[in-house]
Nanobody, 123 residues
Framework: QVQLVESGGGSVQAGGSLRLSCAAS????????MAWFRQAPGKERERVAA?????????SLKVSVKGRFTISKDNAKNTLYLEMNSLKPEDTAMYYC???????????????WGQGTQVTVSS
């Protein structure tokens, strides 16, 4: 059974930093497309960042977080990360990690989802 468990969320002031983690069990993070999504109250869920490739050497970031967020994996720890710096109030949302079920996917169909971790940024 695949489980994705996020952690690392919290409340910070604008300009602060957080690192989100997504620990996987029953699933090998290496070589599969994984992503971070977020959803703010009253808004649609949006993809923030994705990582894919045989060597996880491709990443994609939402324009509004480029230069501030970094997505990465630690295969030894079987964990996905989202490093978030220079946080803004508009980054406030529930953050979810997601994973595709097949290797070499197009990062378009996410089968596995975590339960989410809340990030709140105050001005």
């Amino acid at each position: 059974q695949v489980q994705l468990v996020e952690s690392g969320g919290g409340s910070v002031q604008a300009g602060g930093s957080l690192r989100l983690s997504c620990a996987a069990s029953g699933y090998t993070v290496g070589g599969y497309c994984m992503a971070w999504f977020r959803q703010a109250p009253g808004k649609e869920r949006e993809r923030v960042a994705a990582i894919w490739g045989d060597n996880d050497d491709w990443t994609s970031l939402k324009v509004s977080v480029k230069g501030r967020f970094t997505i990465s994996k630690d295969n030894a720890k079987n964990t996905l990360y989202l490093e978030m710096n220079s946080l803004k109030p508009e980054d406030t949302a529930m953050y979810y990690c997601a994973a595709e079920a097949s290797r070499g996917g197009a990062c378009a169909k996410y089968t596995y989802w975590g339960q989410g971790t809340q990030v709140t940024v105050s001005s």
